[in-house]
Every structure is written in structure tokens, then in C-alpha cells.
């Protein structure tokens, strides 16, 4: 069981549509086996659009507390109020009201009540989902907005699909992750045996493509490689192949621009299974072919 986690430190740079062709991949060279899908951007999980995802179970996510007043026991006296932070204690004509979105369960006003009028109630701060997809079962799950804890969400998600490899569903995890570095990009690489780090040849792209880079080896997390839309900047290519030799960091290849890519987003298809000869498409498999030569070498973690 390998679970590999795909990365990009920024938006754009094509990390889904990788992360869907590797699928699409993956199973077309192993039919006989089931492989785990997680999209942990769940900000803005889109993977289920290039997966042709249906789904099968929806549960809800709990996390997090709001403050809510008792109106029979509040005296109105404004103790809450003046302990609240965040604005978040509105006063009424018989008692005090709480804004749930501006509370941020902080729980002082609970506290500082005389009355004990106040109690915290849990939220539902988003929803999470299994579906079944042609090239594996794909967990996944939706933040609601204004609410915190998506790297809660993000190792909840991972969790249960890290419980249905080890039921022998599968040989793969294959993560997309959310860009950036924060708390969700950390739940998405614990645990990773490797990640896939995409990035595009800009100065945008090679910065954070850093960052992913000081990540995933503050976690012990073994990095590769790969540059997309690379032709349209040779020179910021090299520049990215070069950083990758000075950090002894293998690099597995090139994808090209293509109008396939954008074309494939539209159908709803991976890219390898929209125009498998394509220029993107070969490069891919070409990617794909190396990742699976790291992973029989030993250098993906467990197999």
C-alpha cells in the first residue's frame, strides 16, 4: 500500500488534472485493483468533475462550538458582552443574542455569566462524502464557509480512507491536496509515504514550489518533482530542474502546454483518457511510468 499526495503550493498549476489522469492511469494499469481516492482541498473540491464521481453516503462533520444564550435565565446584566473579543454578544430588548458566525467559541463569555445562562453547542462546520468513481472509491468533503478546522476535515477524510486501503480496497492512495502550506496541507502529507510536488515555470510557481519543498521535508516526506505547462517558460523549467539537482531531489519530467487540458476540464475526463496520444497525456504516463519504477524500488514507502 503506497499513498501518494499530490502537491502544488499554489492554485493553477494543473495539481487536479494530474491528480485525476494518475488515476485514470493507475487503473487502467491495474483493472483487478481498487485504489483510494482523497481530495483533501476541502475549500474547493473539484476532483469529483474529472472523476465522473457518484455518489454514494453523505455525513456531516462536527467540529467546533458556538456560545448560545438561555433567554429565561438572562438578566441582561453585559458581562458577556464585555468579555467577547469578536463582537459576537448582541444586546436585545429581554436578553442578549449571540452572531454565530462572529462567535469564535472562545467560551469566555460562558465563563463570565452569573446566571449560567450561557452554553456552548456544537456546529456542523461541513459534510463529508464517499463516492464511487471508474478508477476508484473517492472520499472528499465540503467546508462549509466561514467555518475553521479544514485540517480537522482534511484527517478525517484522510482517515477513513486510510481505513479502506487497509481493508484491502486498494493498492494506491492517491491525494489530491490543497495548495498552499497551511494546516490542511499538513493533515494531507502526515502520514504520506511521498509527494508529488507539480509546479509551473514562473516566479510564482518556483517560490512556492519552495515552500512545498521546506514542508514536506520538515515531515520527513520524500519529494518528487514534476513541471507543468513547461514549454512556455524554458528557461524557468531549467531553473526548477537545476534547484532539484542541487537538492539531490528526483525529478521525473516535463508536461507540456496542451489545449487537450483545458478541453478535458470541459468533458469532465482525465486528460490520459480524453486524448491518450496527446502531448500532456504521454508526458504523464511518462511520469507515471517513473513513479511506479520509485515504488517497486522501494522509494515510496511500503508496497
Known amino acids: 500500500m503506497t499513498q501518494l499526495v499530490i502537491l502544488s503550493g499554489k492554485g493553477g498549476t494543473g495539481k487536479t488534472s494530474l491528480s485525476a489522469a494518475v488515476a485514470h492511469l493507475a487503473a487502467a494499469d491495474h483493472p483487478q485493483n481498487q485504489h483510494i481516492l482523497v481530495d483533501a482541498d476541502v475549500d474547493a473540491s473539484n476532483l469529483e468533475l474529472l472523476l465522473g464521481a457518484k455518489r454514494i453516503s453523505s455525513e456531516p462533520f462536527q467540529s467546533g462550538a458556538v456560545a448560545e ?28 443574542q449571540i452572531d454565530p458566525v462572529a462567535c469564535e467559541g472562545c467560551a469566555a463569555c460562558l465563563y463570565e455569566c452569573p ?5 456552548m453547542k ?8 464517499i463516492s464511487e468513481t471508474d478508477y476508484g472509491r473517492l472520499f472528499h468533503a465540503h467546508l462549509y464557509p466561514a467555518r475553521e478546522n479544514s485540517g480537522k476535515l482534511v484527517s478525517h477524510i484522510k482517515r477513513q480512507a486510510q481505513q479502506a486501503l487497509e481493508e484491502g480496497q486498494g493498492d494506491w492512495m492517491f491525494v489530491d491536496g490543497p495548495p498552499g502550506i497551511g494546516c490542511p496541507v499538513i493533515s494531507a502529507v502526515s ?27 520538515y515531515f520527513q516526506v520524500p519529494v518528487f518533482v514534476c513541471v507543468n505547462k513547461a514549454d512556455l517558460y524554458p528557461e524557468g523549467a531549467e531553473e526548477i530542474k ?32 480524453y486524448q491518450p496520444d496527446g502531448k500532456a ?18 522509494n515510496l514507502g511500503a508496497n
Open 69 to 96: 444564550v438561555e433567554p429565561d435565565l438572562c438578566t441582561t446584566c453585559g458581562r458577556c458582552q464585555e468579555v467577547c473579543r469578536f463582537n459576537a454578544v448582541l444586546p436585545g430588548e429581554d436578553y442578549f
Open 115 to 119: 446566571e449560567q445562562a450561557i452554553s
Open 122 to 129: 456544537p456546529q456542523q462546520a461541513g459534510e463529508w462524502y
Open 191 to 217: 502520514g504520506a509515504d511521498a509527494v508529488l510536488a507539480v509546479t509551473e515555470p514562473s516566479l510564482a510557481g518556483i517560490h512556492d514550489l519552495k515552500r512545498v519543498l521546506g514542508t514536506s521535508e
Open 242 to 273: 537545476s534547484l532539484c539537482q542541487e537538492r539531490d531531489l528526483p525529478f521525473l519530467g516535463e508536461i507540456p502546454y496542451d489545449l487537450a487540458v483545458p478541453q478535458s476540464l470541459a468533458a469532465g475526463i482525465p486528460v490520459t483518457e
Open 281 to 298: 497525456a504521454r508526458a504523464i504516463r511518462e511520469i507515471w511510468v517513473k513513479i511506479n519504477q520509485l515504488a517497486a524500488g522501494g
